[in-house]
C-alpha cells in the first residue's frame, strides 16, 4: 500500500508543485529528467519481459519460478525497482518539484527494504543467487 501511495505522489507531486528553478538550471535539470526517465522507462520495462511467467507482484518468488540472470537481470538484481526509481527522480527534476525528489527518495528506501526481503527468499530457493549477487548490482550497474 506504501508503494501506491508513493507512486501517486511521485505521479501527482510534480503537477502539483512543480517549477522551483527556472533558467538554465531548468533546461539542465529537464534534459536530466527526461534523460533517467527514458533510461528508466527501458531498464523496468526490459526487467518485465525478462522474467517472463516469473514476474510475480509479491517479492516472494513464484512456486516453479526459474532464476533469471540474462537481459537487463545480466546487468541488475532488480531492473524493474532501478527502473522505476530513475523514473521517479527524472521526473522530479522534469517537474523542477523537490517534493517529487523526496517521494522519489522514500520509494528509493521501500524498494531497498522490499528487495532484501526478497533476495532472502532467493537465496533460500537459488544458492547461486549468492554469487550472482556479488557481481551484479542491486538497482543500477556497479561502475568496474
Given at each position: 500500500m506504501l508503494q501506491v501511495l508513493l507512486f501517486a505522489g511521485v505521479a501527482?507531486?510534480?503537477?502539483?508543485?512543480?517549477?522551483?528553478?527556472?533558467?538554465?538550471?531548468?533546461?539542465?535539470?529537464?534534459?536530466?529528467?527526461?534523460?533517467?526517465?527514458?533510461?528508466?522507462?527501458?531498464?523496468?520495462?526490459?526487467?518485465?519481459l525478462d522474467l517472463g511467467r516469473n514476474l510475480t507482484p509479491l517479492p516472494h518468488p513464484r512456486d516453479g519460478a526459474q532464476l533469471?540472470?540474462?537481459?537487463?537481470?545480466?546487468?541488475?538484481?532488480?531492473?524493474i525497482y532501478g527502473g522505476l526509481i530513475a523514473l521517479a527522480f527524472g521526473w522530479g527534476l522534469l517537474t523542477a518539484s523537490p517534493l517529487v525528489l523526496v517521494?522519489?527518495?522514500l520509494l528509493a528506501g521501500l524498494f531497498q527494504l522490499k528487495s532484501r526481503r526478497e533476495e532472502a527468499w532467493l537465496?533460500?530457493?537459488?544458492?547461486?543467487?549468492?554469487?550472482?549477487?556479488?557481481?551484479?548490482?542491486?538497482?543500477?550497474?556497479?561502475?568496474r
Open positions: 501527482l507531486g510534480g503537477a502539483a508543485a512543480g517549477g522551483a528553478w527556472s533558467g538554465p538550471v531548468a533546461i539542465l535539470t529537464s534534459a536530466l529528467g527526461l534523460g533517467l526517465m527514458a533510461l528508466g522507462a527501458l531498464l523496468a520495462g526490459r526487467g518485465l533469471v540472470g540474462s537481459g537487463a537481470y545480466r546487468l541488475v538484481r532488480h531492473p517521494m522519489a527518495l537465496l533460500e530457493r537459488f544458492p547461486e543467487y549468492a554469487s550472482y549477487m556479488l557481481v551484479t548490482g542491486r538497482f543500477f550497474p556497479r561502475l
